[in-house]
T-cell receptor, first 113, second 112 residues
Framework: GAVVSQHPSRVICKSGTSVKIECRSL??????MFWYRQFPKQSLMLMAT?????????EQGVEKDKFLINHASLTLSTLTVTSAHPEDSSFYIC?????????FGPGTRLLVL | TQLLEQSPQFLSIQEGENLTVYCNSS?????LQWYRQEPGEGPVLLVT?????EVKKLKRLTFQFGDARKDSSLHITAAQPGDTGLYLC????????????FGTGTRLTVIP
């Protein structure tokens, strides 16, 4: 199978601080990873597409300076929420693409106080 | 953004009943996937359908892709409490493209 991990699984931070979330493909290489955001009882909303070795592509309405994405290797993409505020509290999920199928990580729950 | 509307949004049924979840769009998709997500976890892929009219069965789950590749349905026979979860359809707009557009979701609760 294709396994994707995320770290941390939960994080609580103070307003104004930055938080980094890691997404790793454990048993395959992924040139493309995706970052999603999910609010309670809602579906997944694509935030950005992360491409190894190049800049991420952000969806409309997603601030690229606030949600920094780095995809430095074929197995790791990171999402940094800068200057987090309470409205950034959400469930963040990444996925890694292999052979046109996306495999999802377990998610990271972020709570900004 | 290509919208995928799922219905019903919420469904609560007794164990043993049958149910159907619908996923509709005005856009054509090269493929359509169904996922199930449990609270606090990421979505888990159930099936991918790629051919218009295609039907796939996974034990008690039957998936169908519409002839025009704009809609899909998921039918569960004799639902069990373990089927409880959020069901999401997701469409791939282009062959070879990696991005997916997710449906609005159907939250299923199966009561023992």
């Amino acid at each position: 199978g294709a396994v994707v991990s995320q770290h941390p699984s939960r994080v609580i931070c103070k307003s104004g601080t930055s938080v980094k979330i890691e997404c790793r493909s454990l048993d395959f290489q992924a040139t493309t990873m995706f970052w999603y955001r999910q609010f309670p009882k809602q579906s997944l909303m694509l935030m950005a597409t992360s491409n190894e070795g190049s800049k991420a592509t952000y969806e409309q309405g997603v601030e690229k300076d606030k949600f920094l994405i780095n995809h430095a290797s074929l197995t790791l993409s990171t999402l940094t929420v800068t200057s987090a505020h309470p409205e950034d509290s959400s469930f963040y999920i990444c996925s890694a693409s292999r052979q046109e199928t996306q495999y999802f990580g377990p998610g990271t729950r972020l709570l900004v106080l | 953004t290509q919208l995928l509307e799922q219905s019903p949004q919420f469904l609560s049924i007794q164990e043993g009943e049958n149910l159907t979840v619908y996923c509709n769009s005005s856009s054509v998709f090269s493929s359509l996937q169904w996922y199930r997500q449990e609270p606090g976890e990421g979505p888990v892929l159930l099936v991918t359908v790629v051919t218009g009219g295609e039907v796939k069965k996974l034990k008690r789950l039957t998936f169908q892709f519409g002839d025009a590749r704009k809609d899909s349905s998921l039918h569960i026979t004799a639902a069990q409490p373990g089927d409880t979860g959020l069901y999401l359809c997701a469409g791939g707009p282009q062959t070879g493209a990696n991005n997916l557009f997710f449906g609005t979701g159907t939250r299923l609760t199966v009561i023992p």
